[in-house]
């Protein structure tokens, strides 16, 4: 593998990109391994929810080599001092591969992490890394420890016994080892009868299971409609506090004369955020019929306005919309500020735009958000578009974007399109995200 520079691999990195994890096994760490001890010790997901631990990857990154005492070192003291936030969690996972390898020391600190902390009916920092280190033993002292907490508030919420456990442990196993020792442990014979209860409450509830998803999907359009009816969103968009949520379920479950109702406000509304509200009914959505009011509003001088309105207009067919699409993306004050305006092509996209949206987005120079940002709305373009001729959009939102999701998104299309690029499968093969990896173990 060419070797990659120092910022270049600073990207990758931060990425979660194969290419980092490639220079390392090719190259070693010299020249960056401070930039791998930071990523230790701050967890740079960009979506820590969506994509999950990196802390396997990043440890495979240093395992075993000279570096090794130095890293181990600066993770531990760290350990010694972490919260409650994505970095801990992440430096206790360290600590837990570490010690799982035979590193002793490793071992000692995440106990004394855990086992020093303040058992209450908050989340119990490095279960998952104990269980992990210790087993089924660390679960039952867990258990131990919120039985006491238990004892002393018997309605207090405590962590079920389905958040303490995973593979390879199952539950049944787990919870017999906790009912054997509740019989001589009043502390975790507390918790057994509260996770019982909780498992009884459970059984009484009606199965959903066997629900048809679409009928239960209108049962919940009914009850948010009756929640939430016209008056109420009117009244909800020129309120300054609230999210978009609320605007979209109500899109998607208003009547066509509801829809229109909104189209009437909007004509008249002048307030840009309440305008930019009542637009995100629309966001995914069709208008009633195209309004010169909304095309107005593509043009607004508020960004948030003129990106939806952008949105709200992208789900039609029409000349007038790739006109403007194609104005916008010909505007050389184009930026990712200005990234929905993209969708504009969702629909209305013909052979030969691909060249002028590649290099509208060659032309910017982004990261974090803005990459993210550019590459949702580029790989929505694909997605309606279906046309192979966009393989090259989906490469540059592989290269760019720093959301790890988005860029299984992009691989996918690129092997629907079968134009994966064998370079790009050989680096998904080493990407910090699994489900990445796994996409490509096949791949020639």
Request: charged share 30%; aromatic share 6%; net charge negative.
């Amino acid at each position: 593998m060419t070797k990659l520079s120092r910022d270049a691999f600073a990207l990758a990195l931060r990425h979660g990109r194969g290419a980092a994890a490639m220079h390392v096994r090719a190259h070693g760490l010299d020249g960056v391994d401070d930039l791998v001890l930071a990523a230790c010790l701050e967890n740079q997901t960009y979506d820590r929810q969506c994509e999950g631990s990196r802390a396997a990857w990043i440890y495979s990154l240093f395992k075993g080599t000279p570096a090794y005492p130095r890293f181990a070192a600066a993770i531990l003291t760290a350990v010694a001092y972490s919260t409650d936030d994505d970095d801990g969690d992440q430096q206790r996972e360290l600590a837990s591969l570490m010690g799982r390898d035979g590193d002793l020391e490793a071992a000692a600190a995440l106990r004394a992490c855990v086992w020093g902390q303040t058992f209450s009916a908050d989340r119990v920092l490095g279960a998952g890394p104990i269980r992990d280190l210790d087993g089924i033993p660390a679960v039952v002292e867990i258990a131990r420890r919120l039985g006491k907490v238990l004892q002393q508030d018997p309605e207090a919420w405590v962590d079920t016994l389905y958040s303490l456990i995973d593979d390879p442990f199952t539950f049944d196993e787990v919870f017999a080892e906790l009912k054997r020792v509740a019989a001589n442990d009043e502390a975790v014979a507390a918790y057994v009868a509260k996770e019982e209860a909780e498992r009884l409450a459970s059984d009484n509830r009606p199965d959903s299971s066997n629900d048809d998803p679409a009928a239960s999907a209108k049962r919940r359009g009914v009850a948010f409609m009756r929640d939430n009816p016209l008056e109420t969103i009117l009244a909800a968009c020129m309120n300054k506090a609230g999210g978009r949520g609320r605007f979209l379920q109500f899109g998607r479950w208003a009547s066509e004369d509801d829809l229109n109702r909104i189209l009437d406000r909007l004509r008249i509304e002048s307030e840009p955020e309440a305008c930019k509200k009542l637009l995100w009914v629309f966001r995914r959505r069709a208008l009633p019929c195209l309004d010169e009011r909304v095309f107005a509003l593509a043009s607004h001088a508020s960004t948030g306005v003129r990106n939806a309105a952008a949105v709200a207009l992208s789900h039609t067919t029409d000349p007038r919309i790739r006109k403007l699409a194609l104005e916008r993306l010909n505007d050389p004050d184009f930026s990712s500020d200005y990234s929905e305006e993209l969708n504009l092509f969702n629909n209305n996209y013909q052979s030969g735009d691909e060249t002028l949206i590649l290099a509208v987005l060659e032309r910017q120079r982004v990261d974090g958000d803005e990459a993210h940002y550019l590459g949702t709305c580029a790989i929505d373009v694909c997605n309606s578009a279906g046309s192979p001729a966009l393989a090259g959009v989906a490469e540059w939102v592989y290269r760019t974007n720093p959301c790890a999701i988005c860029r299984q998104h992009a691989v996918e299309k690129l092997q629907e399109w079968k134009c994966l690029p064998p370079h790009i499968a050989t680096e998904c093969r080493h990407d910090a995200l699994e489900d990445l990896r796994n996409l490509v173990r096949e791949q020639p």
